[in-house]
């Protein structure tokens, strides 16, 4: 019997949309509220995957959660773009000037600051999901409180949508991974993005030397993100995503870096879904 798969949020939140964009008929999810306890789902073998935000195109990388995947020893086997559109939603028979407070996530409140210019009346408060707001407040008959979440959300608590899209940028894409504990033994054909980790001391040329590598490799470097060893001050672990068209070329990479980085890792190996 397969296993649940564990989601940040609960239905109706974006990581929950993941969910039911990516998997055929896939709809029984573990609701986590924080990404530690998603990942103790795996940990614990209560699921098999987990989804997990990893950057968004506005806000940066959700950096925390590269440190889970890492220390955990979890492995990234595929990935997911989702267009984020935010809409404001409350109890129907209300206008936005019946808004006292809009409660949401605060990357969702950071990505509509500027919708909310227009109505110095309303107070934003932090909450730690989307979705669960807008359960709350269709579950609790509460007026006066609105929520940002996604248009599933407004549908499936019964929420009438009062502004679309108000996301300051309209072209705003959250990129998720899907992790389990080991990585998923594809064939080589099918593999053309990676990630990986590793660490280098705090002196010229060091970071230089490797991205010389990866070029001279033909590898593309898309994402890079440094993270101070707090136990060794001056000392960087970088995680760093690469997408290639041969496998060989970045079989190369891997073993050339090996050598030349200290602590080197490979989170993941999957098929780019930029492609």
């Not at 008929?25 to 609701?31: G, H, L």
């Not at 109890?91 to 019946?98: C, G, V, W, Y």
Request: charged share 25%; net charge negative.
């Amino acid at each position: 019997m397969k296993k649940p798969i564990a989601i940040q949020g609960i239905k109706g939140s974006f990581h929950h949309e993941v969910v039911l964009n990516y998997f055929d008929n896939q709809t029984d999810v573990v609701e986590c509220m924080t990404f530690d306890s998603e990942v103790n789902t795996l940990l614990e073998e209560q699921t098999d995957e987990i989804v997990m935000a990893l950057e968004n195109s506005i806000a940066g990388s959700i950096i925390p959660n590269y440190a889970l995947i890492d220390n955990n020893q979890l492995s990234i086997v595929g990935e997911y773009y989702l267009d984020i559109q935010h809409q404001l939603m409350a109890l129907e028979n209300q206008s936005i000037a019946d808004i006292k407070e809009v409660h949401s996530h605060p990357m969702a409140l950071l990505q509509c600051k500027v919708f909310f210019r227009d109505f110095p009346h309303i107070k934003l408060v932090e909450a730690k999901d989307t979705a669960d707001v807008a359960k709350q407040i269709s579950e609790q008959k509460i007026k006066g409180i609105a929520a940002i979440a996604s248009r599933s959300a407004a549908q499936l608590y019964g929420l009438n949508i009062l502004a679309e899209s108000i996301q300051t940028i309209k072209e705003n894409e959250t990129r998720f991974v899907f992790v389990k504990r080991k990585m998923d033994h594809a064939e080589e054909n099918e593999i053309n993005k990676a990630s990986l980790k590793f660490e280098l001391d705090h002196k010229r040329g060091s970071l230089a030397t490797i991205l010389n590598v990866l070029s001279d490799c033909k590898l593309n470097l898309t994402k890079i993100q440094s993270l101070p060893k707090i136990e060794t001050p001056w000392k960087y672990a970088f995680f760093v995503d690469v997408t290639f068209d041969k496998y060989e070329n970045y079989e190369k990479a891997k073993s050339i870096m090996k050598i030349m980085a200290e602590n080197f890792k490979v989170l993941g190996e999957y098929k780019n879904a930029r492609r």
